[in-house]
């Protein structure tokens, strides 16, 4: 891997803010026991909120690597495992829609990652033109 360090930083603050955001927003899904639809609306929010953790994370990696890279999949995994990990085994809330929970989580992660990465791809398009030109110009 050409962008290691980059990709040992990015992955970190990921993780971090990916735990931060589960430690904070667990407690809400206690209302999947209670009121399912209540609850389903609460994971469907969380899952918001990871959809754009992982898209802004993809597009920043994206945006400046040097070379076309697929280590935004394994980003992607990294910000999707500690909530999961979290809920099947920290928490006790949520114990009978945990693989809703997953599934839902799941696809938030892996449509930020591809909108992520189309989006970084475009920016770093535009990084490039933007080096290029700024090169002839001295």
Not at 6 to 23: E, K, N, P, Q, V
Request: glycine share 6%; proline share 3%.
């Amino acid at each position: 891997m050409q962008d290691g360090a980059r990709f040992f930083a990015y992955s970190t603050w990921a993780i971090m803010i990916s735990l931060g955001i589960i430690i904070f927003t667990h407690r809400f899904l206690e209302v999947a026991e209670h009121e399912f639809w209540l609850g389903l609306l609460a994971m469907v929010f969380i899952s918001f909120l990871y959809f754009n953790l992982t898209f802004a994370a993809t597009k920043r990696f994206i945006t400046k690597v040097p070379a076309p890279t697929n280590a935004h999949i394994l980003l992607a995994f990294l910000i999707f495992l500690p909530p999961v990990a979290f809920i099947f085994f920290l928490s006790d809330t949520i114990a009978a829609n945990e693989i809703l929970f997953s599934l839902i989580m799941a696809a938030g992660c892996y449509t930020g990652m591809i909108f992520g990465n189309k989006s970084g791809i475009k920016a770093r398009y535009e990084y490039i033109e933007k080096l290029k030109e700024l090169q002839k110009n001295m």
